[in-house]
């Protein structure tokens, strides 16, 4: 994939966080963390379980407050998605688009709706029963209702898990589509488990690990800072981006 | 909140076992009720043995034939008698089980009832013989109350017969008259007249005249006598029924038990359909995923609460009304406090609906919240419908508060207020008012550790 040149002065931010720390009885999940993500970049937050990558995405979606740090964007003005879908399996996807339209009070709610059936690819089925779907088409409308409000970001917290590698590709090629479109690009910012899907997709990567981020950058970049640090040991083969992060992280002390 | 409304109505309208429930359970619910206040108890069968003849049925009683049988009739309004001919074939069919007890009438009953009424025979007075069968102790407990009641009726009414009577001869003694004794006619001077006559005589006798003193003290008694005589009538009567009963109410206007059960049922079933959809439907948000999203700046937390609050309140308070216009169909409801009963019915789904979505919101899924509402909502009507003096005077106080808490004891009181017209609406709307605030305010918190 194109990826979007990170030095362009013409790019204009669409969503940037700056010393964002969180902070639980007894436990810090993020510390002071920043960066900043342009229209139609892809940005990938990875890192081991409990790195605070969820806690991220919740954060910038403003589904809880930082205890210290800013955001630069409102709640409102971020398309959120969920890991589990986040829509009513009783209704039909027509219905649960048009209810969350009505709810973001969108201008015009059946335009709207339209537009994401169109997009989605399932304006042929818009009258079933979305517990009726299969997993990737449910998530599709739940990206979808996270899109209704033509957000200039849209959070994806590991929006594949729950996918086959079909509807996983599937998937990819629609959240691209969305970040590449050429009169309205989304900043795309996903967490995810699965490095190789940040290697594809992602223009930057975050590394998280304990809540600190160690690392921003391009795939490639991570790779070449594993490679500057020396021999990556035993058993690592070259251009293998998984065994990079790994590596990466091992020699940090995760 | 509009639109989160529409989006539960038609969730609730795709599950099919759940608007069955939600039609099905007021309609059968409001027909049983319906059935049980409108019929009369089930009548206990009793073998009923009458050894005396037909032709010595009827005694005289003041000049007046009664007939005994008309007696039975009375008893047999409140048992199914089945006739035998034979004090044996009653006590094998009570042992048999086939009847409950056996009411046995002697063959002297008759003769017996009217010596003692004549004065002229033996003062035994005839005795109905009962029997029981205590199988089954609350069974044999019925018939005996049933039984007892009937016969103290049937004493009551001879009394009565027996004080009118008296109270004829007594009239006779003081006015004069004629009257039948053992087929003989008597005719009687009376007290006033006697009197008379004395003072007359009296009169025509010299003031010197040596009787004239024993005369004046016979006219005397006999004035005395007319007298005291004239309030025989409230005597006789005062022994008849010495003790009379007065009805004082407190706390409230009395509600016929018929009307106060449908007061509960409609109470209970609103209890049941509230608490279980306001739990279950916010707990819905949150196994949906739809939480999250719906609280980043779509609806406020309260809003959703609210929005739960309202939607079970409806859907309930429609059930309720539904169940009370079919309870109609079986005891006469004054249709003019329809409006009232949208009321409390209304307040009361608004007070569970509150209660529900605290649930739910402490429960966080739908399963568990419905079963905690199910376990809580049972004792909670259990404990509201304690009657006082039933335990401790501490423990009931223990009970009133526990029972004030709960929207169930207002609600009942709503409830019955606006279709028995039980007055104390206002503090049951006030009551459930305060309690919306309250558990509103407890959801409210418990939904910060909701999306968790």
């Known amino acids: 994939m194109s990826a979007v040149p990170r030095d362009d002065p013409a790019a204009t931010t669409a969503i940037a966080a700056h010393g964002v720390t969180k902070r639980y009885p007894g436990r810090l999940a993020l510390r002071d963390v920043s960066f900043s993500a342009r229209p139609g970049e892809v940005v990938a937050v990875i890192g081991p ?67 994401m059936l169109d997009q989605t690819g399932l304006a042929d089925r818009a009258g079933e029963e979305l517990g009726r779907l299969s997993g990737g088409n449910q998530q599709r409308v739940n990206i979808a209702i996270g899109l209704l409000g033509a957000p200039p970001v849209l959070l994806l917290d590991e929006p594949s898990s729950s996918l086959d590698p079909r509807q996983r590709e599937r998937l990819w090629t629609f959240i691209t589509a969305l970040a590449r479109h050429p009169t309205h690009p989304t900043a795309v910012v996903f967490s995810t488990h699965n490095v190789q899907e940040a290697e594809r997709f992602a223009d930057t990567v975050l590394v998280l690990a304990d809540g600190e981020l160690l690392f921003t950058g391009s795939p490639a970049e991570l790779e070449q800072a594993v490679e500057g640090e020396g021999p990556r040991g035993e058993g690592v083969p070259d251009h293998d981006f998984e065994a990079a992060f790994v590596a990466f992280l091992r020699e940090r002390g995760h | 909140m509009r639109h989160l409304l529409v989006k539960d109505l038609q969730i609730l309208r795709r599950s099919p076992f759940l608007l069955v429930l939600l039609i099905v359970y007021p309609v059968v619910i409001s027909t049983l009720i319906g059935l049980a206040v409108s019929r009369s108890p089930e009548k206990p069968r009793v073998a009923f043995v009458n050894l005396v003849d037909d032709d010595d049925a009827t005694f005289q009683l003041g000049g007046e034939t009664l007939d005994a049988s008309s007696y039975a009739d009375q008893l047999f309004e409140a048992i199914e008698p089945v006739r035998v001919d034979s004090r044996d074939e009653a006590v094998e069919k009570v042992r048999s089980g086939e009847v409950l007890g056996a009411l046995i009438v002697p063959a002297d009953a008759t ?144 509600t016929p038990l018929d009307r106060f059960a449908i007061a509960v049922a409609v109470t209970v079933s ?36 609210v929005e739960k609050v309202v939607l079970a309140a409806v859907c309930a308070a429609a059930v309720a009304l539904l169940m009370l216009t079919g309870l109609s169909l079986f005891v006469a409801l004054d249709g003019a406090r329809a409006p009232l009963w949208v009321v409390a019915t209304l307040a009361g789904g608004l007070g569970f609906g509150a209660m529900g979505v605290a649930l ?58 606006a279709v028995n017209d039980a007055g104390g609406l206002g503090t049951a709307l006030a009551h459930l008012a305060a309690l919306v605030v309250a558990y509103v305010a407890i959801a409210r918190l418990a939904l910060r550790r909701f999306a968790g």
């Not at chain 1, 991220?56 to 205890?67: E, K, N």
């Not at chain 2, 004794?181 to 007249?193: E, N, R, S």
């Not at chain 2, 009296?202 to 309030?231: C, M, Q, W």
């Not at chain 2, 401790?392 to 508060?401: F, I, K, M, P």
């Open chain 1, 49 to 115: 379980n409990g790195a605070g990558k969820t806690t991220l995405l919740s954060i910038l979606g403003g589904l809880q407050p930082a205890t210290e740090g800013t955001v630069s964007r409102a709640p409102s003005e971020v398309g959120w998605v969920p890991q589990q879908p986040a829509v009513y399996r009783k209704l039909s996807v027509r219905e649960n688009l048009r209810l969350f339209a009505r709810l973001e009070k969108v201008d015009d709610p059946d335009a709207a709706v339209a537009r």
């Open chain 2, 270 to 305: 609103l209890m049941f359909v509230t608490v279980l959809l306001a739990a279950g439907m916010l707990a819905l948000e949150r196994e949906e995923n739809a939480f999250g999203r719906l609280v980043r700046g779509l609806v406020s937390q309260t809003g959703l609460v």
């Open chain 2, 360 to 417: 739910g919101a402490l429960a966080k899924e739908v399963r568990a919240a419905s079963l905690l509402s199910f376990l809580l909502s049972l004792p909670i009507a259990f404990l509201a419908l304690v009657p006082s003096g039933a335990v401790s005077a501490g423990l009931y106080d223990v009970v009133r508060v526990a029972s004030a808490v709960f929207p169930f004891r207002p609600t009942l009181d709503a409830v019955d207020a």
């Open chain 2, 111 to 254: 003769q017996k009832l009217r010596d003692a009424l004549s004065l002229s025979g033996s003062p035994e007075l005839p005795t109905l013989e009962v029997i029981y069968n205590e199988e089954d102790p609350i069974k044999a407990q019925a018939v005996e109350s049933q039984i007892k009641a009937r016969l103290a009726d049937a004493n009551k009414e001879l009394s009565d017969e027996l004080t009118k009577v008296s109270a004829g001869y007594l009239d006779i003694l003081l006015q004069g008259g004629s009257f039948r004794i053992l087929g003989q006619g008597f005719d009687v001077l009376g007290l006033k007249a006697t009197k008379d006559v004395l003072e007359s005589v009296r009169d025509a006798l010299s003031a010197d005249d040596p009787n004239r003193a024993p005369l004046t003290e016979v006219i005397t008694f006999a004035g005395l006598a007319i007298d005291n005589l004239d309030f025989s009538d409230e005597i006789l009567g005062a022994i008849g029924e010495p003790l009379k009963i007065e009805r004082t109410t407190l706390d409230g206007a009395s």
